[in-house]
């Protein structure tokens, strides 16, 4: 049993698998649907939500700084993810190359926290749809009960309890676009690819727009202090509270790893999955780091502690046409998040069923449209009930734990192999290793401390239904332990 759980997949059959055609899909993406993918699943609520909660409680005018740390961060993790996916352009991600590197039973723990990333985050964003819908549609006259926006639970992030909302009933907007979604992407991955490519226009010719329209209006007394001094508790303001918003901003770039689960629906993998991972995290870095530059400069941070930040620096320079366009782009915005989020899952547990960790349904592809159709739909499913009827309270800070874990993983696996399989053909290699894998596993590791009681609990919870899962299910119908029973 020892030794099934640290046995690690062959990497020259992961290699065979990442050139064959067999399981069915369709390679339609190009390195610039990858990097608008990229794109579409980091702007969203990063940029529509944080940059107001981590300058208003946290950071000041020095959420730039935060926003550059939580980059460097990711771009560790970035560089190691685009050499992993130029090696083994499999559609797993970072269980893939855990399964790769550090052996099965790994391999499952982080796919089991995948799905914390992946499926809960469509759930979380969904939910901020919902409320973006509601307030534009209001604007137009046209207003939704309470009972069918508002789910039956909600979650008091100060005490820790769940308690029952007043009057809701279930989200029905979050469980809406869920459904819209899940049938685009049953339909074909070049259809959603375009779907994104519209979606990522409009939302960044809004940020685009807000950014100049913004220049004219800023003031630098509202940069000073630029750290606004420390209020004697760590995390309120000062450095300490550019590490907290650092920490805090983390969840605005998850999802360039998403990226990483096209593998094998892209043309040319070993050459357009490193573009689209780099790509999409240097575009979005520096179109945060505008935002928040201006947005500070708009409107003292001490006003910024709002759900709609830009609406609020929209009002402030009272141009009046755009606070419309800021809605629709961040409807947009969270659109495509969704949109990726729910593309990825199905993927993993697609490479995941066919390891025998999983059940084989997982795995069928619709023999027209050339997707895991059924893994598509038992995710939207799940999306949907988490979405319309569960508090979400605690699920964003749950989401940032798991990728942090993830990303730690890939970092590791690059050491591992750069031990193991020296001599392997990279067409990219991560640069100055292994001092850049070492410090993406330090950040991520570092930035989980930051993160509350109640991600970690949560997160225990998980992987112990994980472990009843793998030890119940997986590891007595994995291939790996039935090629060594045939034996």
């Not at 949907?384 to 798991?402: D, E, N, Q, T």
């Not at 100055?432 to 330090?442: A, D, E, N, R, T």
């Amino acid at each position: 049993m020892t030794n099934q759980l640290f046995k690690v997949k062959p990497f020259n059959q992961l290699q065979a698998e990442a050139k064959s055609d067999s399981h069915g899909f369709k390679r339609a993406l190009s390195a610039t649907n990858l990097i608008t993918l990229g794109i579409g699943a980091i702007i969203g609520a990063g940029i529509f939500v944080l940059t107001g909660e981590v300058s208003a409680n946290y950071a000041g005018p020095a959420i730039i700084l935060s926003f550059l740390i939580a980059a460097l961060a990711c771009a560790a993790a970035g560089l190691c993810y685009a050499e992993l996916t130029s090696m083994i352009p499999i559609s797993g991600s970072a269980y893939t190359y855990a399964y790769a590197t550090i052996g099965e039973f790994f391999g499952w723990i982080i796919g089991w926290v995948l799905i914390v990333e992946y499926l809960f985050a469509a759930s979380t964003v969904s939910v901020g749809w919902s409320g973006y819908v509601v307030s534009l549609l209001g604007n137009m006259g046209i207003h939704f009960s309470d009972a069918l926006t508002t789910a039956p639970i909600i979650y008091n992030d100060v005490t820790g309890a769940f308690e029952k909302s007043v009057g809701g009933i279930m989200n029905l907007p979050a469980m809406f676009i869920i459904f819209l979604v899940t049938i685009l992407l049953v339909t074909g991955v070049k259809e959603s690819a375009r779907f994104n490519n519209v979606i990522v226009f409009i939302k960044l010719f809004v940020i685009i727009t807000f950014i100049l329209v913004g220049l004219f209006f800023m003031k630098k007394a509202n940069w000073h202090p630029f750290i606004p001094e420390n209020q004697g508790s760590f995390g309120k303001f000062g450095f300490s509270g550019i590490l907290r918003g650092a920490a805090v901003i983390f969840f605005a770039y998850i999802g360039f790893d998403a990226v990483s689960t096209a593998a094998q629906e892209s043309k040319n993998p070993q050459r357009d999955l490193p573009i689209g991972i780099l790509g999409s995290l240097a575009i979005c870095t520096i179109l945060y780091i505008l935002v928040a530059l201006v947005l500070t400069g708009i409107v003292p941070y001490t006003q910024l502690g709002v759900p709609d930040p830009i609406a609020v620096g929209v009002d402030a320079i009272g141009v009046k046409w755009l606070s419309p366009l800021v809605k629709i782009g961040a409807v947009a915005g969270l659109s495509s998040v969704i949109l990726v989020m729910l593309l990825g899952q199905p993927r993993i547990f697609f490479v995941m069923a066919k390891d025998g960790l999983l059940p084989p349904v997982f795995a069928k592809m619709h023999p027209k449209f050339g997707t895991p159709y059924m893994a598509t739909i038992i995710v939207g499913v799940l999306a949907m009930v988490l979405a319309g009827l569960f508090p979400i309270g605690v699920l964003s800070k749950l989401v940032s734990l798991g990728t942090l874990l993830a990303f730690s993983s890939i970092c590791l696996a690059i050491l591992i192999l750069r031990k193991k399989q020296p001599d392997t053909h990279r067409p990219f290699k991560t640069p100055w290793s292994p001092f850049i894998p070492i410090f993406g596993i330090v950040c991520c590791l570092g930035v989980t401390t930051f993160l509350n009681l109640y991600a970690w609990i949560a997160m225990g919870i998980w992987l112990c239904i994980g472990l009843v899962v793998y030890f119940s299910y997986g590891k007595n119908h994995s291939t790996l332990n039935q090629a060594s029973l045939a034996k």
